[in-house]
């Protein structure tokens, strides 16, 4: 039986490379023609809301995105954005490049290398029912919000950034589980804190700039959290997790 497994997943990833080969070889890619990775994805998203909890969470003498009107239309464009990318990993449809459909495609292979246990890959599959799932509108206010308010335009409703957050930890998890089995993980995953508040040093001062750049990198904490975080039980997961760090050691071989 394990070896029937081995040769199935070779088959998998044997073709998983050749359909690399011949896409990285085609006009569509190299016109630049194509969906964005699942990656690109995940941590656009990561970024986004980790800048407006930085901008949600820290008191500032000017208040900018009440005063002007850029601000004011940027962040409207930025929950535009974060619904966006919401949606793009939960499409349902099989010729959609989303989140749900490449877990479909893994997960019995994450199982069976034991990437991952029987237990949470069920809780996972619970969550990504259609119908009855954590990512409908009976069950998320998130989705409800993004399919309602931002896809339709049928009406409007009140929601909160920590309801978000209750999906996006459930994305994260499944993308973590994902990344760890199929990579050695991904280096310098987010921008700086200098980077993401680049340039805002006329509407805020330096001690509000570091109090911005902490509190964004709170939230990249509680990120790498919910990444080793089991989904069923909510323990931590001894795994790695799916952002990697290279150290050096020096070692004196005397002379």
């Given at each position: 039986?394990?070896?029937?497994?081995d040769?199935?997943?070779?088959?998998?990833?044997?073709?998983?490379?050749?359909?690399?080969?011949?896409?990285?070889?085609?006009?569509?890619y190299?016109?630049?023609?194509?969906?964005?990775?699942?990656?690109?994805?995940?941590?656009?998203?990561?970024?986004?809301?980790?800048?407006?909890?930085?901008?949600?969470?820290?008191?500032?003498k000017r208040?900018?995105f009440?005063?002007?009107?850029?601000?004011?239309?940027?962040?409207?464009?930025?929950v535009?954005?974060i619904?966006?990318l919401l949606?793009?990993l939960?499409?349902?449809?099989?010729?959609?490049?989303?989140?749900?459909?490449?877990?479909?495609?893994?997960?019995?292979?994450?199982?069976?290398?034991?990437?991952?246990?029987a237990?949470?890959?069920?809780d996972?599959?619970?969550?990504?029912?259609?119908?009855?799932?954590?990512?409908?509108?009976?069950?998320?206010?998130?989705?409800?919000?993004?399919?309602?308010?931002?896809?339709?335009?049928?009406?409007?409703?009140?929601m909160?950034?920590?309801?978000?957050d209750?999906?996006?930890?459930?994305f994260?998890?499944?993308?973590?589980?994902?990344?760890?089995w199929?990579?050695f993980?991904?280096?310098?995953?987010?921008?700086?804190?200098?980077?993401a508040?680049?340039?805002?040093?006329?509407?805020?001062?330096?001690s509000?700039l570091?109090?911005?750049?902490?509190?964004?990198?709170?939230?990249?904490?509680r990120?790498?959290?919910?990444?080793?975080?089991?989904?069923?039980?909510?323990?931590?997961?001894?795994?790695?997790?799916?952002?990697?760090?290279?150290?050096?050691?020096?070692?004196?071989?005397?002379?």
């Amino acid at each position: 039986m394990a070896r029937e497994t081995d040769e199935a997943s070779r088959a998998v990833w044997q073709s998983h490379i050749d359909s690399l080969e011949e896409w990285v070889a085609s006009d569509k890619y190299q016109t630049g023609d194509y969906a964005e990775g699942i990656d690109t994805l995940v941590l656009e998203l990561i970024e986004w809301r980790a800048i407006i909890f930085a901008f949600e969470g820290v008191d500032t003498k000017r208040t900018p995105f009440n005063s002007y009107t850029f601000f004011s239309q940027w962040r409207v464009g930025a929950v535009y954005t974060i619904f966006s990318l919401l949606g793009k990993l939960n499409a349902k449809d099989a010729r959609d490049n989303s989140l749900r459909n490449l877990w479909t495609t893994v997960a019995s292979f994450i199982e069976g290398d034991g990437a991952c246990t029987a237990e949470e890959i069920a809780d996972i599959e619970r969550r990504l029912r259609p119908s009855q799932g954590q990512f409908t509108n009976a069950r998320s206010k998130a989705m409800r919000f993004r399919n309602t308010v931002i896809a339709h335009n049928e009406k409007s409703f009140g929601m909160t950034w920590e309801e978000l957050d209750i999906d996006i930890q459930t994305f994260v998890r499944i993308w973590s589980l994902i990344v760890s089995w199929s990579s050695f993980g991904i280096l310098q995953p987010f921008r700086s804190g200098e980077e993401a508040f680049a340039g805002l040093d006329s509407f805020f001062d330096s001690s509000e700039l570091i109090a911005l750049r902490k509190k964004r990198k709170e939230y990249l904490d509680r990120v790498d959290v919910w990444c080793k975080t089991h989904l069923h039980n909510g323990k931590v997961d001894p795994g790695r997790g799916p952002f990697a760090t290279i150290s050096v050691t020096v070692q004196n071989l005397g002379s």
